[in-house]
């Protein structure tokens, strides 16, 4: 979608959930590849968002650090989550798999954890099977 903030200023957030398998990981770095270049044509600034479903390190994610991207909560925090799936207690195991990724152009003012709290009363309902990221950008 492109954003057009009041001050005039647009940008396209994309909203992605790249292929799940642990073994693809060409193909979730050929899509985010796509996602890259149609943000690029677009010459606006981008942000990406999403499940990746992939670690920090992987191929996937060097591709759109080699881009210019960044990971806001990495930028905000100095590293990144423990985990942001599974959704479920802290201390349960889990990956780091969702990312707030900003594009040339935005700059990072803060990122964290949203939606890490289950249900009053269900303990183990949270919104989502992943937890959340939430992040404050600049524009321009």
């Known amino acids: ?24 990981e060409a193909l979730r770095t050929r899509q985010l590849l796509r ?16 499940d990746c479903n992939a670690r920090p390190d992987s191929p996937t994610l ?12 990495a930028a905000a925090n100095g ?3 423990a985990k942001t799936a599974p959704a479920g207690p802290a201390e349960a195991p889990g990956n780091t798999l969702d990312y707030v990724l ?20 269900r303990p183990g309902v949270f919104p989502s099977d992943h937890f959340g990221l939430a992040a404050r950008l600049g524009i321009g």
Do not use: K, M
């Not at 060097?62 to 909560?73: H, L, P, V």
């Open 62 to 73: 060097r591709t759109a650090y080699d881009a210019g991207y960044i990971s806001a909560y």
């Open 1 to 24: 979608a492109t954003v057009t903030l009041p001050a005039g200023v647009a940008a396209r957030v994309y909203s992605v959930h790249l292929e799940h398998r642990g073994e693809n």
């Open 79 to 81: 590293a990144e989550p």
């Open 102 to 121: 900003a594009g040339p152009g935005t700059t990072v003012l803060d990122c964290g954890i949203a939606f890490a709290e289950p249900a009053p009363g």
């Open 35 to 50: 996602v890259v270049a149609h943000a690029r044509a677009a010459g606006v600034p981008a942000i990406v968002v999403g």
